[in-house]
């Protein structure tokens, strides 16, 4: 149940979920790279690949932090051929990069349609592409995709559906890879939350302080991508996991470290299937999107 020597390649990870799992392996003593844009600070957006290096190796953790836009080939191929050079190969590929536009049709322009796709959807696909004949060579290799089940309802698609297709877009790869990398004893899953997690996208786009206030901790994804990626990969693939039923699995019961300032109900993530509240006792409230 440890991860300590593993080697995990992240997309993104600068801050938020990406970089709560990175600093959970880090804790292991887990080798980790930081492949995401983010190389100078943001005015709005807390974290750099640098400050996210430091936090990683602080915790206990050896760092790589590259420059990496997800949607250029050659960087990604450049990101990854430092990573195995750095720490001589790669145990599991966190595709955590993603773009969001909670916007209709009409008022979805098409470069942000664009970005959408090129990161989610296309970024995964390339991300996971050029791991996965590093992933090959692993003992225990994983890709886990931070996308949501296949819960094909129209309720999904009606408010954004680009969105959706481009989320959707990673959880396809999950459904297609996979079978196709069973026979390599690759794991191939998707984490998504039950609850709305406190992220700059909360923050920022899905409700402000009165949501965040009302979502659990990054903490929660971090605990539960650890449950996952220490499974053996060739009993654990294809599979849409939630986050706090994989930690019911493992036998958590208290939920309350990770949202230490609710009051009352938690708010619900979109795209969770009905089925999944209704084996969480959690009380939630709507769904933000």
């Not at 492949?35 to 709005?44: L, S, Y």
């Not at 060579?137 to 094909?152: F, G, R, V, W």
């Not at 901790?217 to 009993?235: G, V």
């Not at 019961?253 to 300032?261: A, H, L, Q, R, V």
Request: with cysteine.
């Amino acid at each position: 149940m440890s991860l300590k020597g593993k080697t995990m390649f992240i997309s993104g990870g600068s801050r938020g979920i990406g970089l709560a799992i990175a600093l959970r392996a880090a804790r292991d003593g887990a080798n980790v790279t930081i492949a995401a844009k983010t190389a100078e600070p943001h005015p709005k957006l807390p974290g750099t690949i640098y400050t996210a290096a430091e936090e990683i190796e602080a915790a206990g953790g050896q760092a790589l932090p590259v420059l990496c836009d997800i949607r250029e080939e050659a960087q990604v191929a450049d990101a990854v051929e430092k990573t195995v050079a750095r720490f001589g190969g790669i145990d599991i590929c966190l595709n955590n990069a993603s773009a969001i536009q909670l916007t209709g049709t009409l008022e979805t322009d098409m470069k942000r349609y664009d970005l959408m796709n090129q990161i989610n959807a296309r970024g995964t696909f390339l991300v996971s592409k050029m791991c996965i004949p590093h992933l090959k060579k692993a003992a225990n290799p994983h890709i886990l995709n931070l996308s949501p089940p296949l819960d094909m309802a129209a309720k999904w698609f009606k408010d954004h559906v680009a969105y959706t297709m481009a989320k959707f877009g990673m959880s396809m790869c999950t459904l297609g890879m996979s079978e196709e990398f069973r026979k390599d004893g690759i794991a191939v899953n998707s984490l998504w939350p039950l609850t709305a997690i406190d992220t700059a996208a909360v923050r920022n786009l899905l409700g402000g302080a009165t949501v965040a206030a009302m979502s659990r901790l990054p903490d929660i994804m971090a605990d539960a991508a650890h449950a996952i990626l220490t499974r053996p990969s060739r009993e654990c693939t294809g599979n849409f996991f939630i986050d706090e039923l994989v930690l019911r699995e493992t036998g958590v019961t208290d939920f309350s470290i990770y949202s230490p300032g609710a009051k009352g109900p938690l708010a619900a993530d979109f795209f969770v299937p009905d089925e999944a509240f209704k084996a969480s006792p959690t009380k939630v409230v709507g769904a933000i999107g």
